[in-house]
């Protein structure tokens, strides 16, 4: 599962905790994030998306989300950014400072992210892409999507799944694939 998101995002600040949540509660599902810095929401949030990727780049996964769950915890919102400073283990708030300032590759990398957003035509925050990784099957959920919802785009894919399968044993009776 890969969450679309904009760390100024009102409804992302609400919506990624739950899913977060809920993943955790699933066996077979993982989540990926990908930042989509809205223009609405100015260079604030693009320096945020930043500031995160620069957590993961020098501290690794748990600094990565330590820094989304700072930013979402202290941010105001709406392009109003956030007080303070981020405290990501092992990770100086003047090393990420620096990084989101300067690494050339963590802007290429969000500006990638951005890029794979709009051509999935993705231009709202949160959205979320439920992906099967063995067919490459995929449902896109615009909004905060809730635990029944995610569930049965989960079911669908699943779903489809078999129905493919049954398809290409040529099996005729396929009453319940439509």
Known sequence: MTEFADLECPYCKTYTPALKTWIQQQKD???QWHHLPLDVHGPTALHEAKLAECAGALGGA???WQAIDQIFDRTRSNGEGFNG???VVDVTYQDLLSCAATDKVIARH???QVEEALKA???ATPTVI????TTGSSVKLEGPADG???LSARDWLAQKKSCDALQKSNVKSLSHCH
């Open 148 to 150: 029944v919802l995610l």
């Open 121 to 123: 035509g993705i231009t």
């Open 62 to 64: 748990p600094a990565f």
């Open 110 to 112: 969000v500006g990638q």
């Open 85 to 87: 400073h981020l405290n």
């Open 130 to 133: 439920i992906k099967d990784n």
């Open 29 to 31: 599902v993982n989540l």
